[in-house]
């Protein structure tokens, strides 16, 4: 696990450090997790906004050169959160049937802003992941 490597875990926090600096999120208790990240990603976060508390898991197996893309993915996820909760009163006003689309949809827009944000902060071909995620709006 990343626990094992104490360079790494260092390595990884510093970098959560800096970027919760750059983005403006020092009210955010935010910490490295011993825990893999879930859905086989490489990276995930989990977060309590009532308790502005946010853990972020990085799989051990990355390369030390996507280290920090992926911290910043992870740190716009924590940024785009409250979006999260505008979508979903607007969600209560679309039928049921069409709730799993316009779910993808907003899914796709806000990867696909949080690649645009990483190509600004990082310069383009940051992105470790295989495209930017299509939009179909």
Known sequence: TIMSDPERRNRIEALIVRWQERLRLQDW??????????????????????????????????????????????????VLQELDGIFAALLKEVPDQLHRSYQGQQEAARHHAIHKFMSAFLGPGCVPYNELPRLDI
Do not use: R, T
Request: proline share 8%; net charge negative.
């Open 29 to 78: 208790d935010i910490d490295l997790s011993s825990k893999a990240p879930h859905d086989g990603n490489p990276a995930s976060i989990v977060y309590e906004p009532e308790n502005m508390k946010a853990s972020i898991a990085v799989d051990a197996n990355i390369l030390e050169q996507v280290e920090e893309p992926m911290v910043l993915h992870e740190m716009l996820e924590l």
